[in-house]
DNA sequence: GTGAAAGCGCTAACAA
DNA sequence: TTGTTAGCGCTTTCAC
């Protein structure tokens, strides 16, 4: 037991107990623990051995108030529940950690208030930098600030058009028109969609209120949407003008995707096959034609966005559309990181591929 | 626009700006804005006022410095994409900022190492409390010295013995051997157990070497362990007295469920049901069964631990322990809180109850 | 009830 | 290269 007299037990070592210790000023103290300056070899090995001898540990507080920086990062994700977004953040977290930030974790439930909240409790907080997937890609008033106030912010999975920030997403519109196109080439003419969308619907807009076509939400960019937009396409492509016909949107919260699903199969001409955006809705989708009596592929083929555990798992195996979840999560991070570091280059899109994965859950129309 | 001639636009507004506003001194508008000692209805009101004016915002880490609280909580788990720690996590956050607290993340994918190292970033960060899904029940010097040196710990789904921290868990051994007991009134003798452990296993003990029987860790406590003798006894109970035949056991990172699985299923005498002690090892049993060319519940019973969103969208639904994972997490963040705020109660262990959902993935064996 | 002054632990000019 | 000095923004005695 070494007796440290000037050190009162309790209390951990500060700089100027080291500097004591290792008979230097404060300064070359600091500047040999925090590495910066010029030190000498010999003060240098001093410092770093009555560090060590004390169990120095420097005050990340402190610090931080002088440097500005904290070296943490806030995740503001919609769910860390939907397994898309456990694999970003898992991503997020990975990266984070290899590049010595940590990182300070929210969840909105796509709710725009929760977000604000989200962005002013984390600046409270002094992050370094922000990855947000946006609930909402029109009201960005408070991820602009932040950026504008020094607070990068790099867009997760969604882009928001005009603000000024880097983003890092998959190829939304390609991906989806791809999945249809498999649906198509099996021979499926009554293709279903199936989505959530994170705004509300807009007012009704009279005409368009026909009984099947679910209105859209008026942001003008969402993943949702571009996968919508994607389905579309696919069906215009191969000479089906009617593309709205099974399609189906709620709202988070307000509709469950088994319901929307359990609509298209009582229709009198129902679907044969159902694109569900993502592994959720796909659960729904899966639940309703169980409680339908119907069997996937057989009477159902169904392919999704998102590759999770389960997918391969039952039977049949599920093919879908593969986002590279934790690269998106480290691509992000590697954005920001530039940019906390000083980067002022334009904005920078960055844009995944993602993988079709051909498993077992699409097979021709019943019938075909 | 208000003019603020004494305060530069772009730096933030600080307490002595809000007091020269107000015309009062630091003091009165600390005192204001931190809502301690004592000021006056009018002195308050005007200082309030000016920091709304000036859009004022305390700089947390300044007075962090001084409080030594940070309103910052950690968290550490395995793996935030698996289903239970995303909902315990889940449970965490929203729990954490209901209480004013936000959380940063950690996984440690059940290595020690990253664990120890988590808990030495996150005490560097000077986080408030720290709430630990423990990777080894038995090396936890660490958590002991950060709850020793005034940095609450409080444990979540795994106790560890000689640790005076608080816990949170469920009560397995009573869980496990409630389904197994499911099993055997379905009719079933030959009973699997498939599971992962923390621990790699001890060195061979040779008399053990049985071919059928897995070595188990020396970990006196753990998750596993415990569901293990849950099963066990439920077995006993039965009047099986050979417990192990069936019983696979393989370890984080070097084993693959679905390869245990296999070899239970290659056996003369397979088994005529699983039980599976979490949700990612289900799905290695259902891949494993696929494969065999099983069908679940009629060739091959299941039951497994943990109501994750496949479990009832698949067909069959799976029967399932279920566990309160949000509850989980907000009851570990309130008995930190307590803790951080001084309370000075002996250790509490908090059991929750887990829930037996019956669905379809239960059959009588084969042949019966 | 209020103000003056000290200080948390650290970094960063500036001199020496 | 090194030490001295001055803060960062805040809370908190301690007088008044």
Redesign the pocket.
Known sequence: MTTNRSRPAG??A???DVAREAG?????A??A??D?????P???ERVRAAAEKLGYR??LL??S???GRTHTLGAIVADIQNPFFAGVTRGITDAARAAGYQVLLANTDEDVAAERAAVKMLRDKHVDGLIVAPAATTETGHLAAAHAAGCPVVLLDRQAPGLPADSVTVDNHGAAQDAVRRLLAAGHRRIALVSLLGSAPPADTGAERAAAATPLPTDPVSTGLERIEGYRAALREAGLSDTDTYLRTGTFHREDPADLTADLLALPEPPTAVFATDSMIALGVLSAARDHGLRVPDDLSLVTFDDTDWARAVRPRVSVVAQPVQELGARAVHSLITRIEGATRPPEHTVLDTEYIDRESIAPPPGA
């Open positions: 209390r951990p500060t700089i100027p230097v000023s404060r300064s070359t600091s500047r623990l925090a910066y300056g010029s030190v000498s010999d003060a240098r420097p005050n402190a610090r108030m002088i440097t």
